[in-house]
């Protein structure tokens, strides 16, 4: 399979929240990168999608400009810690070994989505790096804790 194809794969799957096909496109060997919980490798990242669809509320995602090693993607979505509805628009860049995505970068606006998911606070402290530190800090507890609970 030609690596555009598994992108679109992958989307296509995270469009139904088909998490099984989304962990089968990635190498074991996985680093994720994104704003909100910086860089997870292995289990960690395969986690964190797990934890996201298990979780998602009002979720709908649109994906385009798909290349051999980038795409577009749009996801919508409840913010569960305070019921706001967010429109995130993600750059994603992607590494493959062996025939699978071994290194997946999605990079977004920070500030942007804080002022949707948060309001008012997200607005004002969204943009600092005091905020993607705590925010960083939190998602790697949430992570932590969905881990636990699940293995």
Known sequence: MRQKEIIEQFYTAFQKLDVDTMLSLYHDDIEFTDPAFGTLKGNDAKNMWRMICSKAKGFSLNY??????????????IFSATGNKVLNKIDATFEFKEGKISKHTDVFNVHKWA???????????GGTS???RNLNRQTQSLLAAYTKKNS
């Not at 385009?64 to 979505?77: C, F, G, L, P």
């Open 115 to 125: 002022s949707q998911a948060m309001g008012l606070k997200g607005k004002l402290l």
């Open 130 to 132: 005091f905020f993607k």
């Open 64 to 77: 385009n400009q798909v290349t051999e090693t980038s795409a577009h993607w749009e996801a919508s979505y």
